[in-house]
Nanobody, 119 residues
C-alpha cells in the first residue's frame, strides 16, 4: 500500500512558476512509475507527465518545454516543476503511482492539490 500526499499548489499569476511535490509513504516508490494527472472543472482527468522507475519521462504536448517531472527515490518524492504557467493549466493536480506484478496492476492516487493560474 502506498499513500501519496501532494503539496505546492496555489493561486498564481500567468507566467510564474510552481513546484508540486508528491510525498509517498507506506512503501518505497523505487519500482513504481510515477505520474502527474490533472483535472479541470468539467473536463476529464488527463495525464500531464510521467516518469518510469528507470527515469524515462514523457509529457503531454500542452506542457512540453514548460513542465519537468523528476523523482528523488531517496526522499520517496516526485516533483513537477511548472514554468510559464498559463490560465489553461488551472486544475486539480493528482499524483499517481503504478506498478505491475505478474500482470496485475497496483495503482495509488493522492488527494490532489489545486493550481489556479489567474491574473
Amino acid at each position: 500500500q502506498v499513500q501519496l500526499v501532494e503539496s505546492g499548489g496555489g493561486l498564481v499569476q500567468p507566467g510564474v512558476s510552481l513546484r508540486l511535490s508528491c510525498a509517498a509513504s507506506g512503501s518505497n516508490i523505487n519500482s513504481y512509475a510515477m505520474d502527474w494527472y490533472r483535472q479541470a472543472p468539467g473536463k476529464q482527468r488527463e495525464l500531464v507527465a510521467g516518469i518510469t522507475s528507470g527515469g524515462v519521462t514523457n509529457y503531454a504536448d500542452s506542457v512540453k518545454g514548460r513542465f519537468t517531472i523528476s523523482r528523488d527515490n531517496a526522499k520517496n518524492t516526485v516533483y513537477l516543476q511548472m514554468n510559464s504557467l498559463k490560465p489553461e493549466d488551472t486544475a486539480v493536480y493528482y499524483c499517481n503511482a503504478v506498478r505491475y506484478i505478474i500482470g496485475r496492476e497496483y495503482a495509488y492516487w493522492g488527494q490532489g492539490t489545486q493550481v489556479t493560474v489567474s491574473s
